[in-house]
């Protein structure tokens, strides 16, 4: 697909997003604003061919609602959104990035080591539905596990770092790996029936980060002051995450489970949060603090 084509599936698609609904003739006039008309209105046959591109590109239905004529991203998947706005970010970015090689050093970006070398072989595989097979260089063993053969399920990135979340075959229960913890990945031709029944949003539904237990999902409330407060409603934290605004301070309500990656996020924002409860997670949080103080001499 030529750079060209690709800007205007993007202007097409960001556009539509942004307003949620558009007309047609809505579009015709943000199309006049835009850099990519040259001045030339947007003909019906390079917005049905542009309208084809992006849905093929980006894997998404631009529809029209036949009673208000307005067009709309037709999507019933929460999963698939997100994975379209990463996309369809990404590639923006790229654009960006592209025009910007004159500065290149004035531009710093996180790494993710991760990306390099093995997610081309684990799409391919979660594309064919091929078990694949590697060795893993666990941070809680001296010595890798050889040979472990994995059903890929899904991939997902968290914090610079791609993780694949499958069924351990040897196990037979699903498992979550680091690609930069793997060696050796080979793709099999093995196939496999993905189970029916495995809910990907349902599995980390009370899940913080990467870290699923079978623990019961607990409420949580944090006192959070003013400043962090605004950090909070521009990324909350998790999805169940419900505010009550105070003169001096926001109360943050949620529903997940307490699992390490969720009391280490916590105790990164200091003084600024104060957990109110449930105990249990107070508990967590303190006996991390003194054993933080014990590092400095002080009990």
Same mark, same amino acid.
């Given at each position: =697909? ?10 097409l698609l960001d556009t539509?997003?942004?307003? /949620? ?6 579009? *015709? ?26 849905? !093929?590109?980006?894997? #998404? ?12 991203? !037709? ?5 698939? !959104? ?8 990404? #590639?923006?970015?790229? *654009?960006?990035? #592209? /025009?910007?090689? /004159? ?5 710093? +970006? *996180? ?7 093995? +997610? ?50 040897? *196990? ?9 913890? =793997? ?13 029916? /029944?495995?809910? =990907?949003? !349902? ?14 999902p607990r409420k949580v409330?944090?006192? #959070? ?17 419900? %505010? ?23 105790l990164s924002y200091g ?12 508990? =967590? ?12 001499? %002080?009990?």
């Amino acid at each position: =697909m030529a750079n060209t084509t690709v800007n205007r599936c993007i202007w097409l698609l960001d556009t539509i997003r942004r307003h /949620g609904r558009i007309t047609r003739q809505q579009l *015709e006039e943000a199309w006049l604003r835009s850099p990519h008309s040259n001045g030339r209105p947007l003909s019906r046959r390079t917005f049905c061919n542009h309208r084809a591109a992006a849905e !093929e590109f980006f894997n #998404v239905n631009i529809a029209c609602d036949p009673k208000s004529f307005e067009y709309y991203i !037709e999507d019933d998947n929460d999963n698939n !959104e997100s994975v379209t706005d990463w996309l369809l970010n990404s #590639v923006s970015l790229n *654009e960006v990035l #592209v /025009g910007a090689r /004159g500065i290149t050093d004035r531009i710093f +970006l *996180e790494n993710v080591p991760s990306a390099r070398d093995f +997610l081309d072989i684990v799409i391919s595989a979660l594309k064919a539905d091929s078990r694949v097979r590697f060795n893993y260089h666990s941070y809680t063993r001296s010595l890798p596990t050889q040979g472990i053969v994995l059903e890929p399920y899904f991939i997902r990135l968290f914090k610079q770092r791609w993780y694949l979340i499958g069924r351990n075959t040897a *196990e037979d229960r699903i498992k979550t790996y680091a690609l930069d913890r =793997m060696s050796d990945v080979k793709q099999l031709a093995d196939k496999f029936e993905p189970d029916p /029944g495995f809910d =990907m949003q !349902e599995y980390f539904r009370h899940s913080y980060g990467i870290v699923v237990t079978h623990n019961t999902p607990r409420k949580v409330v944090l006192r #959070v002051d003013p400043r962090q407060a605004k950090y909070f409603r521009a990324l909350p934290l998790h999805s169940s995450q419900i %505010e009550t605004v105070s003169d001096k301070f926001s109360l943050f309500t949620y529903h997940i489970r307490l699992t390490d990656d969720f009391v280490a996020e916590l105790l990164s924002y200091g003084p600024h949060i104060t957990v109110l409860e449930p105990p249990e997670l107070r508990a =967590m949080i303190k006996s991390s603090l003194r054993e933080s103080l014990r590092n400095y001499g %002080e009990t």
